[in-house]
């Protein structure tokens, strides 16, 4: 039972382009979002996250959109950096649940 | 960096035998979590604590026990390892008032079953 749902397993874009990285969720007791970074041979490092109340969050280069009549959010990288290729994990929790269900990983590929 | 080391990095070992696995936080949080890594399946909760010796299960502990005796020290342990637990191991911690649940990750232990 996967409640978090990473439909594209990769994604390649060009330097500078956007990156748009999408996340499903079955689950509508979620009120809680987050999307982790990893690099090989790492652990998944925190990126950015957003709460049901709000529909839109940002930090830099990287926003976060949450749909939740559409149970979808998505990441978005703009400008795009090679350094920005790595797997990207879409979260989700219950308040603060300690019980956190990830998706499968979107691996981004930034081409220089 | 949240000051967390797991050990050992790297682990051969073969079917029937016990393994633990330890995770070690330097900064006293409540909270602390593993998991493991699969092709397809992302992250998934094997066992979690909320404090010395109050621990509880994930959404796959079947085959995994855990113990915390100490608040810096979460140890997992695969009473009689299968093939199936070939995994990479991660631990977490939360830092407590957190206000998105943000859970912080060690570097990972793979663990390679024969």
């Known amino acids: 039972d996967q409640q978090v749902k990473q439909n594209s397993p990769s994604l390649s874009v060009q330097e500078g382009r956007i990156s748009i990285l999408n996340c499903d969720y079955t689950?509508?007791?979620?009120?809680?979002f987050l999307w982790y970074k990893k690099y090989p041979a790492e652990g998944p490092t925190f990126l950015i996250s957003?709460?049901?109340?709000?529909d839109k969050n940002e930090d830099g280069r990287f926003t976060v959109f949450l749909n939740k009549s559409a149970k979808h959010l998505s990441l978005h990288i703009v400008p795009s950096q090679p350094g920005d290729s790595a797997v990207y994990f879409c979260?989700?929790?219950?308040?603060?649940?300690?019980?956190?269900?990830f998706g499968a990983g979107t691996r981004l590929t930034v081409k220089p | 960096d949240a000051g967390i080391t797991q050990s050992p990095r790297h682990k051969v070992t073969e079917t029937g035998t016990p393994v633990t696995l330890r995770c070690h936080q330097t900064?006293?949080?409540?909270?602390m979590y593993w998991y493991r890594q699969d092709p397809g399946h992302g992250l998934r909760l094997i066992h979690y604590?909320?404090?010395?010796?109050?621990?509880d299960k994930g959404e796959v502990s079947d085959g995994y026990s855990v113990s915390r005796s100490k608040t810096e020290d979460f140890l997992l342990t695969l009473e009689s390892a299968t093939s199936s637990q070939t995994s990479v191991y991660f631990c977490?911690?939360?830092?407590?008032?957190?206000?998105?649940?943000?859970?912080?990750f060690g570097p990972g232990t793979r663990l390679t079953v024969l």
């Open positions: 689950n509508s007791m979620f009120d809680y």
């Open positions: 979260a989700a929790s219950v308040g603060n649940n300690n019980d956190m269900r």
């Open positions: 977490a911690i939360r830092i407590s008032g957190g206000i998105y649940n943000e859970q912080f």
């Open positions: 604590s909320y404090g010395v010796k109050d621990t």
């Open positions: 957003i709460s049901s109340i709000k």
């Open positions: 900064e006293n949080h409540r909270y």
